[in-house]
């Protein structure tokens, strides 16, 4: 068996393309169905805001009615909300998201929750992707569609009660939702807690979502805070699991100074992240005794990290900040009302906790890529290991395949970075064609 419709974090792709179509979609409704519940039981299920997203709601939800399954749409949701609201509320088996997440909008994808609020581990993946392959038949007694936008109020106030006794009165901040689910949350938040909020790309159209804004482009949030004179800005992507912040310079911070600065400023002992976060990160953090482990790349697996090591805190560069005694998956608005209420009480600026990290120079070139197995080649490890090797204690080499695009990528971190980057990415094409 495998888990071959599986990425690096659920079942991504072009919508309207199998098994982002209407029939694939249906069948993938059956199958959660079959695997995660019983018939009569509730499946939970939300979507962001893309305009593929209703239509793949729509079929997955007769998948999952027609084996029998109930099933309660709550709306536009980030995912975390969903992660949340499936485990705090009791009568949910499991939950569904349709996001594509940081994806552009012509993307979408299909993530699934266990009844605890965790994403699903390679071995339920590698079964759920059988229940998909199976012809699975209709029950006797379909199941009932509900609707129940209210429960989105919990997840809401679940943020604002993390930061319990912080008040953030004269504190500015700019919060960009990159048109996305968390559009609307990330304002009410923040000014709950008391801050001044200006409110970017909160609106929404089908067509907008990740487009020049959210996490993946902080270029207009930059120009925002140091425009407006703001303490701090906010970005989430498009599902609101992923986050960056700029400081009151206009410079990004990204989930390793993120991680850095929870870690230090929480007195943790250590720190789960994956193998593209910055060596300088793991010198900062070993300076204050923190030990980080690292993890291959997708907050899944730093989750496992998480539960092998008992640590407080993992995350990805790319913006994924886990906290697991609040939420067992990445959540950027959370993380967000964590590192203000870490900042508010330090008496130091964010700008300040970023100096605290020096990072190494870091680049990043991705190469077209169909079929991966092509990384297997006696000729591309070779090569792999010469540059690793050259580079020594100065520097790391990875490359890895996209777990959600089908590109590989090349990291380097050394001195010359960028033109290090370019000439390894150069031969690789060479080698792998």
Same mark, same amino acid.
């Given at each position: 068996?495998?888990?071959?419709?599986?990425?690096?974090?659920?079942?991504?792709?072009?919508?309207?393309?199998?098994?982002? !179509?209407?029939?694939?979609?249906? @069948?993938?409704?059956?199958?959660?169905?079959?695997?995660?519940?019983?018939?009569?039981?509730?499946?939970?299920?939300?979507?962001?805001?893309?305009?593929?997203?209703? %239509?793949?709601?729509?079929?997955?939800?007769?998948?999952?009615?027609?084996?029998?399954?109930?099933?309660?749409?709550?709306?536009?949701?980030?995912?975390?909300?969903?992660?949340?609201?499936?485990?705090?509320? !009791?009568?949910?088996?499991? %939950?569904?998201?349709?996001?594509?997440?940081?994806?552009?909008?012509?993307?979408?994808?299909?993530?699934?929750?266990?009844?605890?609020?965790?994403?699903?581990?390679?071995?339920?993946?590698?079964? &759920?992707?059988?229940?998909?392959?199976?012809?699975?038949?209709?029950?006797?007694?379909?199941?009932?569609?509900?609707?129940?936008?209210?429960?989105?109020?919990?997840?809401?106030?679940?943020?604002?009660?993390?930061?319990?006794?912080?008040?953030?009165?004269?504190?500015?901040?700019?919060?960009?939702?990159?048109?996305?689910?968390?559009?609307?949350?990330?304002?009410?938040?923040?000014?709950?807690?008391?801050?001044?909020?200006?409110?970017?790309?909160?609106?929404?159209?089908?067509?907008?979502?990740?487009?020049?804004?959210?996490?993946?482009?902080?270029?207009?949030?930059?120009?925002?805070?140091?425009?407006?004179? &703001?303490?701090?800005?906010?970005?989430? !992507?498009?599902?609101?699991?992923?986050?960056?912040?700029? !400081?009151?310079?206009?410079?990004?911070?990204?989930?390793?100074?993120?991680?850095?600065?929870?870690?230090?400023?929480?007195?943790?002992?250590?720190?789960?992240?994956?193998?593209?976060?910055?060596?300088?990160?793991?010198?900062? &953090?070993?300076?204050?005794?923190?030990?980080?482990?690292?993890?291959?790349?997708?907050?899944?697996?730093?989750?496992?990290?998480?539960?092998?090591?008992?640590?407080?805190?993992?995350?990805? @560069?790319?913006?994924?900040?886990?906290?697991?005694? &609040?939420?067992?998956?990445?959540?950027?608005?959370?993380?967000?009302?964590?590192?203000?209420?870490?900042?508010?009480?330090?008496?130091?600026?964010?700008?300040?906790?970023?100096?605290?990290? @020096?990072?190494?120079?870091?680049?990043?070139?991705?190469?077209?890529?169909?079929?991966?197995?092509?990384?297997?080649?006696?000729?591309?490890?070779?090569?792999?290991?010469?540059?690793?090797?050259?580079?020594?204690?100065?520097?790391?080499?990875?490359?890895?395949?996209?777990?959600?695009?089908?590109?590989?990528?090349?990291?380097?971190?050394?001195?010359?970075?960028?033109?290090?980057?370019?000439?390894?990415?150069?031969?690789?094409?060479?080698?792998?064609?």
């Amino acid at each position: 068996m495998s888990r071959a419709l599986f990425g690096t974090d659920g079942i991504r792709g072009l919508a309207g393309e199998y098994p982002l !179509d209407e029939a694939g979609a249906e @069948q993938i409704g059956r199958a959660i169905g079959a695997k995660f519940a019983k018939p009569g039981q509730y499946i939970v299920i939300a979507s962001d805001p893309r305009e593929s997203s209703a %239509g793949l709601v729509t079929a997955v939800t007769k998948g999952l009615t027609a084996v029998g399954i109930n099933v309660t749409f709550i709306g536009v949701i980030p995912t975390p909300g969903l992660a949340y609201l499936t485990r705090e509320t !009791d009568k949910f088996v499991a %939950g569904v998201m349709i996001t594509a997440s940081h994806n552009p909008v012509q993307y979408n994808g299909i993530k699934v929750f266990s009844r605890s609020g965790d994403k699903l581990s390679d071995e339920d993946e590698t079964e &759920l992707n059988a229940f998909i392959d199976r012809k699975l038949p209709d029950h006797n007694t379909p199941g009932q569609n509900f609707a129940d936008e209210k429960l989105a109020q919990l997840y809401e106030d679940f943020l604002v009660e993390s930061a319990v006794g912080t008040h953030l009165n004269g504190l500015s901040l700019a919060v960009d939702t990159a048109n996305g689910a968390a559009s609307g949350f990330g304002e009410r938040v923040f000014k709950r807690l008391g801050a001044e909020v200006k409110a970017m790309f909160d609106e929404p159209n089908g067509h907008n979502i990740n487009d020049g804004c959210g996490a993946t482009d902080t270029a207009a949030l930059q120009k925002a805070v140091t425009e407006g004179d &703001l303490d701090l800005g906010v970005a989430v !992507d498009g599902d609101a699991d992923r986050l960056m912040l700029v !400081d009151n310079q206009g410079r990004e911070v990204n989930g390793d100074y993120i991680m850095y600065l929870l870690a230090v400023s929480q007195k943790l002992n250590g720190v789960v992240a994956t193998d593209m976060s910055n060596l300088g990160l793991e010198k900062s &953090l070993s300076a204050q005794n923190i030990k980080l482990v690292r993890t291959a790349v997708g907050d899944r697996y730093v989750l496992e990290g998480l539960a092998q090591t008992g640590y407080k805190l993992g995350g990805e @560069q790319s913006g994924h900040t886990i906290l697991p005694d &609040l939420l067992k998956t990445g959540d950027g608005l959370l993380a967000a009302v964590q590192v203000i209420r870490e900042v508010a009480a330090s008496g130091k600026t964010l700008a300040q906790w970023r100096d605290e990290v @020096q990072v190494l120079p870091q680049a990043l070139v991705n190469i077209p890529l169909t079929d991966k197995s092509y990384l297997e080649r006696e000729s591309v490890q070779t090569y792999m290991k010469a540059q690793a090797d050259e580079l020594g204690d100065s520097g790391r080499v990875l490359i890895r395949p996209s777990g959600t695009e089908p590109v590989v990528r090349v990291m380097v971190e050394a001195a010359d970075a960028q033109e290090k980057a370019e000439a390894i990415a150069s031969k690789l094409k060479e080698l792998l064609a």
